[in-house]
């Protein structure tokens, strides 16, 4: 399986390894583990794949040199399932070697098919999922159809989000692509055309584009492009002109990473709920390798984290206690050890890290596993240390991310929280199956709620212009509102380098309301109404700080008008369950913190002092 992978194919009069290898370069910001290229030649397919950086490919390349061909996809890949390793990298191909094929997503039903293809004795060589999706392609052509029919054919056979880009060998004509929910662009040349991830691929040689919608194939020849649906239709696809440098065009127009790592929170959420269920609908995990009496003998469990990733572990807090009844604690990774924490078998560790190389966090895992715990890593990172010294692992798979402030990191790490909590529900048989399934739903819900909040993003903007003067900000929640506050604070003290803090609301009283002067602005994160009272504590503690002269600013779920009165700016929310109220809350703060360091002049992608991956104690 890849996400957000890098993919190019071109066709054309040009030396097609060239232009690939070149494109793959171009697109190495997204972050990759691994690269390959496959060419068509006189009637063969030539290819090469290596592990590690773009340069271990080029340099097998100079020393076996491939033919010289016309025709040719290339790949870099983000491995979220199967280890950054040769044989997993791609393309991949058939027993034959007839066709190559790269992929960009999750099949989400690949297993079944897996099975199917091994039951006919085709010995497959890797662990991914494409590599069946390359038999089932070779499969079909063999039968005599066009490369584009027999993408057709197979697209109607998989399950789940995927670009698919492939040739034939005995085809020199042709690159054939497939699209559900998984980027793919086409680009428009004079005598030759382009497959890629995103602009970036092409844009030295050519502005002219062509957007895909959902579910269509594209074939690419010399002379022109042709789309169908995957019904087999014929579609359009709507061309337009590229006018971004090369820096915007890896940004897909935004200015920073950052910003477009926060628009790409949708396809993340929808990424990392892809393939979590069996066909019968029971939850199932990536690396599950705690059977279910293990889990059920878990009577404690302890979070331990550092950064954004301690406040995913907060709002896991409130989702496992109550899900599944289990006492859950939280702690920083940097300070689990020192303190002679107590651990037995039955006590789960549960590693939240987005690198899987954060050194607090690692030593503390190697800690609990010298006292006999069960360890599971929450990790965007495959092939990373803390997955590989853990019993269990839970990818995130939200794609590489490039700005160091964590975005869409921090809402799949909320998702995988929120997953392993229905896991333990299951297992241990609190939660019935038909509350699962709501749940899920619910989850399932996430993206659309997430693109209807970033579709009010220019009224957050305007109202971050008017703070470029404020030297200090609060933030109030409760319930899971609290570590979505917390967040919020430590957003703005990483981007915009200004005094913020987040607080429990209730605790305001206790001593930090001496903080509120005139004009200081205060976010907070309204808990939905329900019948535990929480919203109407959450409206004591607004009505406290406006007393005393405060700018409220209030995220509120829609059709909640009892709190305007109180709110000096209100900023709505979709209307989803507390638990899950995170998912949609924190994206305000993070366009919020975004646009005021831009106006400030900061460098959001690269904050002064900070580093991506923090592997020092």
């Not at 790949?75 to 034959?96: K, L």
Request: charged share 25%; aromatic share 6%.
């Amino acid at each position: 399986m890849a996400v957000m992978c890098g993919i190019v194919g071109y066709v054309g009069e040009k030396r097609a390894q060239d232009v690939v290898i070149e494109g793959l370069r171009r697109l190495e910001y997204r972050g990759y583990d691994s690269a390959g290229i496959a060419l068509v030649a006189t009637g063969t397919i030539a290819s090469d794949k290596r592990a590690g950086k773009l340069a271990n490919l080029e340099k097998a390349i100079a020393d076996r040199p491939l033919p010289p061909a016309t025709v040719g996809i290339g790949h870099t890949r983000w491995a979220t399932h199967g280890a950054p390793n040769d044989v997993n990298a791609h393309p991949h191909s058939g027993a034959q070697r007839r066709v190559a094929l790269v992929h960009n997503g999750i099949i989400e039903n690949f297993a079944e098919l897996r099975v199917g293809i091994e039951a006919d004795d085709v010995a497959l060589l890797s662990e991914t999922d494409t590599e069946v999706a390359a038999q089932l392609l070779e499969a079909e052509v063999l039968t005599g159809a066009d490369l584009t029919t027999a993408m057709l054919r197979l697209v109607n056979r998989l399950e789940g989000a995927f670009t698919l880009v492939a040739v034939d060998a005995l085809d020199p004509s042709r690159v054939v692509a497939a699209r559900r929910n998984s980027p793919l662009v086409v680009g428009i040349g004079d005598g030759e055309n382009f497959l890629g991830s995103d602009v970036a691929a092409f844009i030295e040689h050519t502005r002219e584009a062509m957007e895909l919608s959902q579910d269509q194939v594209v074939t690419i020849t010399r002379s022109g492009v042709s789309v169908r649906n995957f019904d087999g239709s014929s579609a359009e696809g709507r061309r337009y002109h590229v006018d971004w440098d090369l820096s915007a065009a890896e940004k897909d127009g935004h200015d920073w990473f950052m910003r477009k790592e926060i628009h790409e929170q949708p396809r993340a959420v929808a990424d990392s709920l892809l393939g979590r269920r069996t066909p019968e609908g029971r939850l199932h995990l990536d690396e599950m390798r705690l059977s279910d009496q293990e889990l059920r003998d878990v009577d404690k469990v302890i979070i331990i984290a550092c950064g954004t990733s301690f406040y995913a572990g907060m709002v896991a807090k409130y989702a496992i206690e109550h899900w599944t009844r289990v006492p859950v604690e939280v702690e920083l990774a940097s300070e689990f050890r020192y303190r002679d924490p107590i651990l037995d078998y039955s006590t789960l560790v549960v590693a939240i890290s987005q690198s899987g190389e954060t050194a607090d966090t690692l030593q503390a895992i190697r800690h609990a596993r010298t006292q006999r715990s069960k360890v599971l890593a929450i990790c965007n990172t495959n092939g990373s240390t803390i997955p590989r010294e853990s019993d269990a692992v839970i990818y995130t798979h939200a794609g590489p991310e490039i700005g160091v402030a964590s975005t869409k990191g921090f809402l799949t790490q909320l998702v995988a929280c929120y997953l392993l909590a229905l896991y333990l529900a299951q297992v241990k048989g609190t939660r019935y199956g038909d509350e699962i399934d709501e749940v899920m739903r619910q989850l399932e819900a996430m993206p659309d709620h997430i693109a209807t909040v970033l579709a009010s993003a220019d009224a957050i903007y305007a109202m971050a212009a008017e703070h470029v003067d404020t030297r200090s900000v609060l933030f109030l929640g409760r319930h899971a509102g609290y570590p979505v506050a917390l967040e919020g604070a430590l957003k703005l003290k990483e981007l915009a380098y200004i005094h913020a803090e987040g607080f429990a609301a209730g605790e305001l009283k206790h001593g930090p309301i001496a903080l509120v002067e005139s004009g200081l602005p205060v976010l907070c994160v309204v808990p939905p109404a329900g019948r535990d009272q929480l919203r109407d504590k959450m409206v004591s503690g607004i009505q406290e700080v406006r007393a005393r002269g405060a700018r409220t600013i209030c995220l509120v779920e829609d059709g909640d008008d009892a709190i305007t009165p109180y709110a000096d700016t209100v900023i709505r929310l979709p209307k989803v369950p507390v638990l899950l109220q995170p998912l949609v809350a924190v994206v305000p703060l993070q366009l919020f913190a975004c646009e005021l360091a831009t106006r400030m002049g900061h460098d959001v992608d690269q904050p002064r002092n900070l580093a991506k991956s923090v592997t020092v104690e």
